[in-house]
């Protein structure tokens, strides 16, 4: 394929979803988010696109009570996706997960109640999911074992680098009720990572979507397909969460780079763009040819925009 920018196709690119909150027997969040519904819509718009993912993670609170059945529907859901695509499965616990029906329903394992931190290799770029989680708390918390763990994961660096993927995100958060369900003693966290290879920090938890920088390592907080957190909400509600805005991103690897991009799980009626078939056409073009057909302002593409969209 050709390529028609300055940057060549990702080495990598990771679906990052988040938040599922799904519930034994199909039931509906709050009786009123059909979250497996939800999930089911997300997860179909991803095997209609064009995107090629080497891996799904997933950034915890993969159900809302825990429940067994949840984690069984879970897996029906994602499984034969995942299977259909070719891509690696990447769980990460969160604070609505149980770690034993997490470890045994998930990985096919022994019930355990230790820490659910695992390294995957997806050719070269190693991802590491760290359990954020406190058993009967929704606060992040990490323990010393853990930490001193990480530290030896990170030891040697992988050829493409590392993500660490977890659930509650190191950031600050506007909704300021939200911080007090951060994760504590986050100064510890980033003395381990300091100097190591770890070029992204993938999150969830926060029920929308944000970007910022713990220390100079990006993170990337994809919203939930369950419900979301309305930022814009009326000053007279403390929180609003919305069924509206679900969402997951699209972690794209280069070589000295990481993008994320969001993109929302209903999409919007189409009112402009370009059927495939044209791709061929302007590879066919010299760089030239496609300056002046696609960037030129007086070209016949950009003079008749509203016609573009019945080609």
């Not at 300055?6 to 979803?17: C, G, V």
């Not at 695509?85 to 997490?102: K, P």
């Not at 402009?272 to 593409?301: C, D, V, Y």
Request: glycine content about 8%; overall charge negative.
């Amino acid at each position: 394929m050709t390529q028609l920018g300055q940057y060549p196709p990702p080495l990598r690119t990771i679906i990052h979803l988040s938040d599922t909150h799904l519930l034994g027997e199909g039931r509906e969040l709050y009786g009123k988010v059909p979250v497996e519904q939800r999930l089911q819509t997300a997860l179909e718009r991803i095997e209609r696109s064009a995107i090629a993912p080497d891996a799904f993670v997933f950034t915890g609170d993969l159900t809302d009570l825990g429940e067994a059945d949840g984690y069984r529907r879970l897996r029906a859901a994602v499984e034969p996706v995942i299977e259909r695509m070719g891509a690696e499965l990447i769980w990460v616990m969160g604070n609505h997960d149980d770690r034993g029906h997490y470890s045994s329903l998930l990985f096919d394992l022994e019930p355990s109640d230790a820490p659910q931190d695992r390294v995957y290799d997806l050719r070269g770029l190693r991802v590491i999911s760290l359990d954020t989680t406190v058993p009967g708390y929704h606060h992040g918390e990490l323990e010393q074992s853990q930490l001193e763990w990480l530290r030896a994961q990170l030891a040697t660096p992988a050829p493409l680098g590392s993500i660490l993927a977890v659930h509650h995100p190191p950031v600050p958060t506007p909704l300021e009720v939200m911080s007090v369900l951060e994760l504590h003693d986050q100064p510890a966290l980033a003395a381990v990572l300091e100097g190591s290879d770890v070029r992204a920090i993938l999150g969830g938890h926060l029920h929308y979507s944000t970007h910022g920088t713990f220390g100079k390592i990006p993170v990337h907080v994809a919203s939930a397909t369950c419900y979301t957190l309305d930022l814009g909400a009326d000053r007279d509600r403390l929180l609003s969460g919305v069924d509206g805005g679900q969402s997951f991103d699209v972690i794209s690897v280069y070589e000295h780079a990481i993008v994320s991009s969001t993109i929302p799980v209903t999409p919007g009626p189409e009112v402009t763009g370009f059927a495939s078939t044209f791709r061929p056409m302007i590879e066919g073009m010299t760089p030239e040819q496609r300056l002046e057909q696609l960037s030129s302002k007086s070209s016949h593409l950009n003079m008749n925009e509203a016609a573009a969209s019945d080609v």
